[in-house]
């Protein structure tokens, strides 16, 4: 029986030996040293061999499992030291390669990218960029651009008051612009003419709707120099009109009124989703409702009366004119884009952003 147990100890030994990864060596464990295996089932049927064996053959059984254990141990750490050091080599990152997938770059707001296309027609005719304060005056607001004082838009119902007061006709009365217009007045205030601006940025207004949100965005212009005539106007809201509606579009002007103008015009842009209204299937085109022709902002020429705030400043009204306009940049990205409702900009919802990359 002992010569068994040597036979089995050098078979396991050799196998142990031979045994290329760890789980080759967990067979070899299971095939010597399982609950099944010929060594352990020697040792558990010691008690049944004659006396004078059980000592020799317990003593030689008890001595292989020991030292077949301890080689296994042994081997073990060998290895998985060396499987370690092989998947440590297989898995290297080189970390100075781009990241795989690459970082996903971030892109511009439908908004912003509206705002720097328009910024970009204008600076193209001639115009300079101009920003100015989100809260003004009432002055600046109402008072210099010829508002009435009975005008609806100063009611608190129609405009963000930066604080409740009892006096809306205070002209240092603070507010939340409704218009970027107020920089009208102060860029005159600022420089005498010529003057060429346009002035993007934030205004405020209390509605709330498919078309209208409390917050958002308009560019204003205003072109002041000597012999400026509605005629100038028309020309320069073509060519933006065909920078970033298309080089077919042709511009109406339809009469209007606004506090700070005289004459005062409605300015139409030619459908680019259609022709002359209809669809190529025959119906009436949605965007124009027919009508061939698209709103696009409103404008005219600046009132005299508009002029007499800045007279000290070389505004002479008998000497100069220009014109002035405001649109909103939200209705530009959906008129250009198609985009049905203007809550949708704001709603941050990737999906939709991420088409005007």
């Known amino acids: 029986m002992t010569d068994r147990i040597a036979q089995i ?8 030996a031979a045994a290329a990864n760890t ?5 070899v464990r299971i095939q010597y040293l399982g609950r099944k295996a010929e060594l352990p089932n ?8 004659p006396p004078n064996e059980r000592a020799a053959t317990g003593k030689a059984a008890n001595e292989a499992r020991k030292a077949l254990e301890a080689a296994i141990e042994q081997r073990t750490e060998q290895l998985a030291a060396q499987e370690l050091d092989q998947r440590l080599q297989r898995d290297r990152v080189d970390v100075t390669l781009p990241g795989d997938p690459p970082p996903q770059i971030g892109r511009l707001h439908l908004i912003t990218q509206t705002r720097r ?12 960029v101009a920003e ?11 008072d210099a651009l010829n508002h009435a004082p009975t005008h609806p838009a100063r009611l608190m119902s129609d405009t963000f008051y930066v604080a409740p007061t009892s006096d809306i006709f205070d002209p240092d009365t603070r507010l939340l612009r409704v218009h970027t217009s107020p920089m009208q007045v102060r860029a005159m205030e600022s420089q005498p003419p010529p003057l060429y601006i346009i002035v993007p940025g934030r205004t405020y207004r209390p509605d709330n709707d498919a078309t209208h949100t409390p917050q958002f965005h308009q560019v204003e212009g205003l072109a002041v120099d000597t012999d400026i005539t509605l005629g100038d106007l028309q020309g320069t809201l073509l060519a933006f009109a065909r920078a970033i509606f298309g080089e077919d579009r042709q511009v109406r002007l339809r009469p209007h009124f606004f506090p700070f103008t005289e004459p005062s015009v409605e300015v139409d842009v030619s459908c680019f989703n259609c ?20 709103e696009i902002l409103g404008s005219g020429m600046v009132d005299p009366n508009v002029f007499e ?5 070389g505004y002479d009204p008998e000497q100069i004119q220009g014109f002035a306009f405001g649109m909103g940049i939200e209705r530009i990205a959906m008129l250009k884009h ?14 939709f952003l991420e088409q005007f990359g």
């Not at 100015?132 to 109402?142: Q, R």
């Not at 985009?339 to 999906?351: K, S, T």
């Open 9 to 16: 100890r050098t078979e396991a030994e050799g196998a142990i």
């Open 23 to 27: 789980q080759t060596l967990e067979d």
């Open 42 to 49: 020697l040792l558990r049927s010691v008690a049944e061999l």
């Open 117 to 128: 296309e328009i910024e970009d027609v204008f600076i193209g005719l001639g115009f300079n």
């Open 132 to 142: 100015g304060p989100e809260v003004e005056t009432v002055y600046y607001n109402f």
């Open 275 to 294: 022709t002359d209204g209809v669809m190529p299937d025959g119906s009436h085109c949605p965007l124009c409702r027919g009508s061939a022709w698209i």
């Open 309 to 313: 705030y800045v007279r000290e400043y």
């Open 338 to 351: 198609g985009v049905p409702d203007l809550r949708m900009l704001y709603d941050n919802d990737v999906r």
